[in-house]
């Protein structure tokens, strides 16, 4: 390269690395490409390499622009670098160079929620799926409160990335200039290719704003909740434009949704663009829907939402303060330690309050909200306020039976009971069946150990076929024998001392 080359292409990367001029740019040799995760209508993603951090590279279809399109899109690019939120993928450089464009982003490990939803093998609880609808509300909001606004266009499944902590985030926004204004159905044996995204305004080429990608995003929360491809019947593009801008026709919300989930989806997809909420009134929306579906139990989603509503962790000091509240009695500071309603306190922390992974590094115990809705589908209902500590005083009677090991999977719950003598058995929660729980017992010298549920319907509880009024009543009375089980004799219990010991020290000088 002589002289003047070499003062030209520097120049050429100052101004363009330079505020006023446009994108960070990234030279192609700085670019390795490895294999390919995906084909969007203009561009190819790749997995790749740029200056030694793992990156996705998104390959342009179309390398050869007129000049206008070309400063269109280093103006985009440009905005696009100016975007920071965790619920966006980064944006961390593009070519620009005519032959070489492509865009440099953060590589977002488990690829498109569209994928996961679709893949039946994989476990995906409702509220999971509720916490990443909200993470791309957040991520949409971002953009549509940025300035100038950015209006995605594109709100789909297959935009949104799931990362290592399953925290989705949005991507291929921007780039207007590029992408076709409207994109056609391109497989005419499927639904794939008809924009079934695409608000009906849209479709039938009227203005497109942010409550575009509010409809959008109500398609996407319908697949979120059902996993299913929306509008899966339709082939044809006219007669699908059709179903929609003019029939109004919407995918169908399953009967058992949330009732606030099917609110919040069918007002996103209303015909009346005005009438759509704002992303902001979307994430306080799904802030109540997150909460119903961790918790069934009515009261306790009250709870929930009136002490932590945007939590999902909270320290177990401020949980208990606040049960204590809602329940009028009196909390950990000013009860007697001698007191039952101190060992209902210290026996529902043993069962409710986890100590976190990063133990050892002053983090107090925390409850969770997940394992809150699942305790009281175990011990519920809970009581209005000031009604009364049932569920407490429930938990506090099971804990007490040394035979009761709580949080057991089967595999644990047979480790347990190995080389005890027959008949010896202890119950734990139904690792499966939130609400039930489970008896595992030895029933012979060499054989297996058997697990027989236990369910509970309206605060009764059911064991081969019999109904009982506890767990106790169940160990007291129930007989034996019917299907080789042998009958439980409380004297057999296996004992759990981590439970035992909480009754041991009443009168010490704990604090909980
Ligand atoms: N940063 C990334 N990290 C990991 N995977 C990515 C990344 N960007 C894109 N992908 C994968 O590549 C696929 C294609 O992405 P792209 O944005 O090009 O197309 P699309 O949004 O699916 O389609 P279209 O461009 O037609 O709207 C995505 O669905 C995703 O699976």
């Known amino acids: 390269m002589d002289p003047q080359q070499l003062r030209d292409q520097t120049a050429f990367y100052q101004d363009l690395n330079s505020d006023k001029s446009g994108p960070p740019e990234i030279r192609p040799e700085e670019i390795t490409f490895e294999e390919l995760i995906g084909t969007g209508s203009f561009g190819k993603v790749y997995k790749g390499r740029c200056r030694q951090k793992a990156v996705a590279v ?234 119903d579906a961790a918790i069934s139990d009515v009261r306790g989603r009250e709870f929930w939402k009136k002490s932590f509503l945007t939590e999902k962790e909270v320290p177990w000091d401020a949980f208990i303060d606040a049960l204590c509240e809602w329940n009028k009695v009196a909390n950990r500071t000013q009860c007697d330690k001698n007191s039952l309603e101190y060992l209902n306190i210290k026996c529902l922390k043993a069962i409710l309050a986890d100590v976190p992974k990063s133990e050892g590094t002053g983090v107090e115990n925390v409850v969770n909200i997940e394992k809150f809705g699942k305790i009281l589908e175990f011990f519920g209902p809970m009581m209005a306020p000031g009604e009364g500590t049932p569920i407490m005083d429930s938990i506090r009677e099971i804990l007490a039976q040394k035979w009761f090991h709580g949080d057991l999977d089967t595999v644990e719950a047979a480790s347990r009971l190995n080389g005890n003598p027959v008949g010896s058995f ?30 509970r319907q309206n605060g009764r509880f059911i064991y081969q076929n019999v109904l009982y009024n506890s767990l106790i009543e169940i160990v007291a009375k129930s007989g034996g024998g019917t299907n080789g089980d042998i009958k439980l004799d409380s004297s057999m219990g296996v004992p759990n001392y981590k439970f035992m010991s909480l009754f041991c020290n009443v009168h010490g000088n704990d604090q909980y």
């Open 426 to 455: 202890l119950i734990r929660f139904s690792s499966t069946n939130p609400g039930n729980f489970t008896i595992s017992q030895v029933v012979s010298e060499q054989g297996p150990v058997k697990h027989q549920r236990v369910s």
């Open 58 to 291: 998104k390959l342009l279809h179309k390398q050869n622009y007129d000049a206008a399109t070309l400063a269109a899109f280093r103006k985009e690019v440009h905005l696009m670098s100016k975007i920071y939120h965790p619920n966006i993928c980064l944006f961390m450089g593009a070519c620009t160079i005519p032959g070489k464009c492509v865009i440099v982003t953060e590589l977002v490990p488990k690829g498109n929620l569209e994928t996961l939803l679709h893949d039946e093998k994989i476990q995906l609880p409702l509220y999971l799926r509720m916490k990443m609808a909200r993470d791309a509300a957040l991520g949409i909001n971002w953009l549509h409160e940025s300035n100038p606004v950015f209006v995605h266009r594109d709100v789909k499944s297959s935009n949104l990335l799931v990362d290592e902590n399953m925290q989705v985030k949005i991507c291929d926004f921007g780039l207007s200039a590029l992408k076709q204004k409207h994109k056609m159905l391109k497989d005419q044996s499927s639904a794939k290719g008809t924009p079934l995204y695409m608000a009906p305004e849209v479709m039938m080429f009227k203005e497109f704003n942010e409550s575009s990608d509010v409809y959008s995003f109500g398609i996407v929360l319908w697949e979120i909740l059902t996993r299913k491809e929306p509008f899966s019947h339709h082939r044809e593009l006219e007669k699908f434009r059709e179903a929609v801008c003019v029939k109004h026709e919407r995918p169908p919300v399953p009967p058992e949704c949330l009732e606030s989930l099917r609110r919040l989806i069918e007002r996103c997809w209303d015909k009346d663009p005005l009438r759509r909420p704002s992303f902001k009134e979307i994430i306080s929306a799904l802030d109540h829907i997150i909460v």
